[in-house]
């Protein structure tokens, strides 16, 4: 079973749509959570970051995290056509210590604003 | 914030030759790490570089595949030696400072 799992897509949704990606995670110790965006032949760029349960809104991006059923979502409203990329769910085994800094990633979900 | 560069930025190299990968950051930073993004797949961690002592290699890496040198808290390099078309990637180094931050990358193809 892999740590970070989320649909790879590609994820299509149309210019002002919302768009929904999602991330199951397997550690139930993690403690710290990250949506970075990747495109294409860049390197990837930390959007979102999130370590209580609950909504974390930051412009047109929200972030929801569930510990108890180890699920971390990304919300893009108002969906734009630079906002194609792929997105990495990334998690953080705990809140400090040896493991500080390093990131378990998902494979990413391709995500596709059409006009 | 850190802002972090890599050189080369990408490179063409045989098989069985060495590469060397440096990585500089415009802050002192304690954690740094070096990952690698094979094709078309996500980022996986190699090694912890730790200032001063040896690097703290992930499971399936090695330090006589990939090592790796921190000789101050702003710069690291690593080397992939004996390298094989496998090799081909994008090699990433990474600080952890009030958020964690990627370098632009080195994109490696072993031919």
């Known amino acids: 079973q892999k740590e970070v799992e989320q649909n790879s897509g590609p994820l299509s949704v149309p210019e002002g749509a919302i768009a929904s990606l999602n991330c199951t995670y397997s550690?139930?110790?993690?403690?710290?959570f990250f949506w970075y965006r990747q495109y294409s032949g860049k390197s990837p760029e930390l959007i979102m970051s999130?370590?209580?349960?609950g909504d974390k809104e930051d412009g047109r991006f929200t972030a929801q995290l569930n510990k108890a059923s180890q699920y971390v979502s990304l919300l893009i409203r108002d969906s734009q056509p630079s906002d194609s990329a792929t997105y990495l769910c990334?998690?953080?085994?705990?809140?400090?210590?040896?493991?500080?800094?390093?990131?378990?990633f998902g494979q990413g979900t391709i995500l596709t604003v059409h006009p | 914030s850190a802002v972090i560069s890599q050189k080369p930025s990408r490179d063409i190299c045989q098989r069985g030759t060495s590469l060397t990968i440096q990585c500089q950051v415009d802050?002192?930073?304690?954690?740094m790490f070096w990952y690698r993004q094979q094709p078309g797949q996500s980022l996986t961690l190699i090694a912890t570089?730790?200032?001063?002592?040896?690097?703290?290699?992930e499971s399936g890496f090695v330090i006589d595949k990939f090592p790796i040198s921190r000789p101050n808290l702003t710069f690291s390099t690593l080397t992939v030696s004996n390298m094989s078309p496998e090799d081909s990637s994008i090699y990433l180094c990474?600080?952890?400072?009030?958020?964690?931050?990627f370098g632009p990358g080195t994109r490696l193809t072993v031919l």
């Open positions: 990474s600080v952890a400072a009030d958020t964690q931050y």
């Open positions: 999130i370590y209580s349960n």
């Open positions: 570089a730790n200032q001063g002592s040896e690097a703290t290699y």
């Open positions: 550690d139930r110790g993690s403690q710290s």
């Open positions: 802050s002192q930073v304690t954690m």
């Open positions: 990334a998690v953080r085994p705990n809140a400090g210590g040896t493991s500080y800094g390093k990131l378990t």
